[in-house]
């Protein structure tokens, strides 16, 4: 068996799977901007001892970690955007302590695209990319069915390319960066300044403006949602379209919680590639939804902690 935790900018997950990565249990927790990781990793604990009794516990083989901005070398988170005070924090040295057992650990998108690759949207093809929607925008790169990493573990941060040289800043502290158009927050962030500066909408001034709120709103035809959308789309393509220029992908695998609203974004996408996309990509990029959902970056950290310890060529 192994144990799967996912850290993300609302919530640590922490998932029991079985040697055929089915998740046999789940348990989560909060997180936030402000979040203490030892205060975080005490509840990550916690979970884990909740979800196996004594015989179980006895039987994980390892502990595979998903977070933000962590290197796959060192455990250490370096700047995660979300949780500020986490960097610096090394998540494997905490587990090898409590558990004395082995942990790997890598960046959740990159987790996130594995677990696809190997059970979900990505089975069928051998080079593929996968971008995360939610608090953030991450991605993960997989090339000849492997998890590229590059050397340090930090390769694959697609929500951090350049969209807007002059744009607006993102939390990373570099300017323009995909995150800061089509994340949940900024989107999020853009509805509350078209009420603020008194546009007609369906938005109101009264009540907290969430991504779902202006999905909801461009779905029922409001021009300002329409027009949110339609900017946080034509972004994330600036994003793929860049991508795909520097990868050839078979499929882009789309996840996260923001990605339900993903099929209003798809025409605008569609049509920026067939504005700046090289002719040959054109009418022929595989563009589809995670399958996974929630469960792709815990499934992917079993994955990778497998490859790391437990293959033929690693004993």
Known sequence: MFIAVDIGGTQIRVALLDEYFSILGKESGPTGFDSDPMGVCVNMMDMIRSLTNESQLAKVLGVGVSAPTVGSRTGVLINPPNLPNWN??????????ELNIPVTASNDASLAALGESRFGAGVG????????LSTGVGGGIIVGGKLYEGKTGFAGELGHMTVNP???MCNCGNRGCLEAYASGPSIARTGRRAVEMGKITCLSSEEIINTKDIFDGSFAGDYVCREIVEEAGKHLA???TSAMHMFEPERIVIGGGMSAGFDQMIPHINRHISQHAMAHFYGKMDIRLSELGDDSALIGAACHLKD????????
């Open 238 to 240: 600036i994003g793929i």
């Open 125 to 132: 093809v051998d080079n593929m990319l996968y971008y995360t």
């Open 166 to 168: 002059m744009g607006v």
């Open 88 to 97: 610096g924090f090394s998540i494997t040295d905490f587990i090898t302590n």
């Open 308 to 315: 790391n310890y437990f293959t033929e060529t690693n004993g």
